[in-house]
């Protein structure tokens, strides 16, 4: 017999696939600013339209053996592993809460938050732009939220909540901002991304300023690192413009799952 824990699990892993599917289209159709409904999936090779066998999260991948059914070009392996990643993400959430308990919309925003930064991750990839609609959006929800179910920044007074958002907000933002304009002075050429700027303020909104910082250090030492390995593999080229967005997300879902932690360990090795 499986448990109602394991159950939990497993439906939250088929959910988060489901929902994967849905930012495979997000990731694909937000930056050339066409409608996330219609018209319905189709092959970006041939145009052919996706029955929607052919369109089961996860397993239509295998059964097509990565190739459209129509034309027979290769389907991109990202669909399959954005799928991957937000169905494991969810069913990580869902072992959370299983085992630690907590409030289940506070999990569920945990879970779009992390989504919406998947979804920026590849965008940012892609076209170098983070979309408003993630950034601003993300943002006024966090906020609204924060006033909602303050147990998100560990208070229970709804005031409390809203403040510590908009602080977060500002902080996140503002930071990243200042940071910006030292470069652009130092260096002497634009060294200002506002979509990152932007980004820290829906993660500050929504973690906290503290671990808004957190991120912006986390994912600068990660853009760092990947940045040194793609040079020296001569991926890239000095100079060459590198998206820090997939970075900052990183930090970000790193802060959200084991900042606390983290933090608490840095602490214990400071003070003992
Ligand atoms: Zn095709």
């Known amino acids: 017999m499986?448990?109602?824990?394991?159950?939990?699990?497993?439906?939250?892993?088929?959910?988060?696939?489901?929902?994967?599917s849905f930012m495979n289209?997000?990731?694909?159709?937000?930056?050339?600013?066409?409608?996330l409904v219609l018209p319905r999936s189709f092959c970006p090779k041939c145009g052919h339209q996706i029955a929607w066998f052919e369109n089961i999260p996860l397993f239509s991948y295998c059964l097509l053996r990565c190739k459209c059914r129509h034309c027979g070009n290769p389907?991109?392996?990202?669909?399959?592993?954005?799928?991957?990643?937000?169905?494991?993400?969810?069913?990580?959430?869902?072992?959370?809460?299983t085992t630690s308990g907590g409030s289940i919309p506070v999990f569920l925003l945990k879970a779009a938050f992390i989504c919406s930064l998947i979804v920026v991750t590849f965008i940012d990839f892609d076209f170098q732009i983070i979309p408003n609609e993630i950034s601003y959006g993300g943002a006024f929800i966090a906020v609204i939220a924060s006033f909602l179910l303050p147990e998100?920044?560990?208070?229970?007074?709804?005031?409390?909540?809203?403040?510590?958002?908009?602080?977060?907000?500002?902080?996140?933002?503002?930071?990243l901002y200042l940071l910006g304009v030292i470069g652009t002075w130092v260096f002497k050429k634009d060294a200002m991304g506002m979509g990152d700027v932007k980004l820290l303020g829906m993660v500050g909104a929504f973690l906290g300023w503290q671990m808004a910082f957190f991120s912006l250090f986390a994912g600068s030492i990660l853009g760092a690192v990947v940045s040194f390995f793609l040079l020296i593999t001569g991926k890239v080229k000095m100079g060459n413009k590198i998206p820090f967005g997939p970075y900052l997300s990183a930090g970000a879902v790193v802060a959200l799952l084991w900042g606390q932690d983290i933090f608490k360990l840095y602490l214990k090795w400071i003070f003992g």
Not at 90 to 96: C, D, E, G, Q
């Open 2 to 20: 499986i448990s109602p824990e394991t159950l939990i699990v497993i439906i939250a892993f088929i959910f988060g696939a489901a929902i994967g």
């Open 25 to 35: 289209v997000c990731i694909y159709r937000l930056p050339l600013e066409k409608s």
């Open 75 to 97: 389907i991109s392996f990202r669909y399959f592993f954005v799928e991957l990643l937000t169905a494991l993400v969810f069913a990580y959430l869902a072992l959370l809460y």
């Open 152 to 175: 998100l920044h560990g208070t229970s007074s709804h005031i409390r909540g809203l403040g510590l958002s908009l602080l977060g907000l500002i902080v996140g933002s503002g930071s």
